[in-house]
């Protein structure tokens, strides 16, 4: 049973230490903070970082780029190899925690390659979020979606709450963005907030990645059907990591701006803990497997094995 794993379990490794290495370098070579003011080809001002290892990107992007890299490095990094031993034991539990996980990284460092200045860490981002789209697609493949179902308690599998959150935080961000978009078709580079880009890469992503995926998981876990048991903890688990990252780097931007934006940090903490609470109650509603159980050392209570 355990052999099935080991090319899994390699792969996550990897890039579980690939994303270490990467998000320390983020955080240990941002530079000085010196930083040059430039104008765009579309006529907006704004100031870039002229040292560190993110320079020639925007002031504000390097100070929101560290704040996710704190959160890669000692929450997301540390949770996906703390999955390993389960997965290995053949944890449902553990491998759709490792989904959500390898969710974030294929977005965060998607995010990282085409919106950030080209830099020395370019291939590493190009090795991250290709190595985890693969990791990705190798965990789904080997679970059983028709009988998902029957692997999770029901009656405690929070499907209604999941579903509404889901469909509000699609909603939501289709109403934050689609003023920055507006602006942007108005000519109005500042309240679009381009940060020296082409485009709004950030934006493009979201609309076209994260909210089509967030209804879908809302419309399949509220109807039941078997894809919805798959996507709900998945996105739960993101959702945790990504609104916790997006708190993050209000923060860090806030240290170099010298004022947090007070509401979206307070839209993003809530999401934070609200998703936070539905990944615990999605991952507990998995049926404990009586064969993995008894593989765990006596007297250990194993959180992953399901």
Do not use: H
Request: charged fraction near 10%; charge should be positive; include cysteine.
């Amino acid at each position: 049973m355990k052999n099935q794993y080991w090319g899994i379990v390699a792969l996550c490794v990897a890039i579980a230490i690939l994303a270490g290495v990467t998000a320390a370098i983020g955080v240990f070579g941002r530079g000085d903070g010196s930083t040059a003011a430039a104008v765009s080809v579309r006529g907006e001002t704004y100031r870039y970082a002229t040292t560190g290892v993110y320079k020639y990107s925007g002031e504000r992007v390097v100070a929101e780029g560290v704040g996710w890299d704190y959160v890669t490095l000692l929450l997301a990094v540390p949770a996906l190899l703390a999955t390993m031993p389960f997965i290995l034991r053949g944890s449902l539990r553990a491998r759709l925690l490792a989904l959500g996980l390898l969710g974030y990284f294929v977005y965060q460092y998607l995010m990282y390659a085409v919106f950030w200045a080209f830099c020395p860490l370019f291939v590493n981002f190009i090795l991250l979020y290709s190595a985890s789209a693969v990791a990705f697609v190798r965990i789904v493949s080997g679970i059983e979606i028709g009988g998902l179902a029957e692997r999770f308690d029901l009656a405690r599998f929070p499907r209604k709450t999941l579903a509404i959150v889901c469909a509000v935080m699609a909603l939501m961000l289709v109403a934050m963005w689609a003023q920055r978009i507006a602006a942007a078709m108005r000519g109005d580079v500042v309240t679009a907030g381009f940060e020296g880009m082409p485009t709004l890469s950030v934006q493009a992503m979201d609309l076209g990645m994260i909210v089509p995926l967030a209804l879908a998981t809302a419309a399949l876990a509220w109807a039941r059907r078997p894809w919805g048991y798959l996507l709900g903890p998945v996105f739960a688990v993101k959702g945790v990591t990504m609104a916790g990252a997006i708190c993050a780097m209000l923060v860090s931007a806030a240290f170099v701006e010298g004022s947090l934006e007070v509401g979206s940090f307070a839209i993003f903490g809530v999401a934070t803990v609200l998703f936070g609470l539905l990944a615990y109650k999605t991952l507990a509603s998995v049926k404990p497997v009586p064969a993995e159980d008894a593989a765990a050392p006596a007297g250990v209570v194993t959180p992953g094995a399901a």
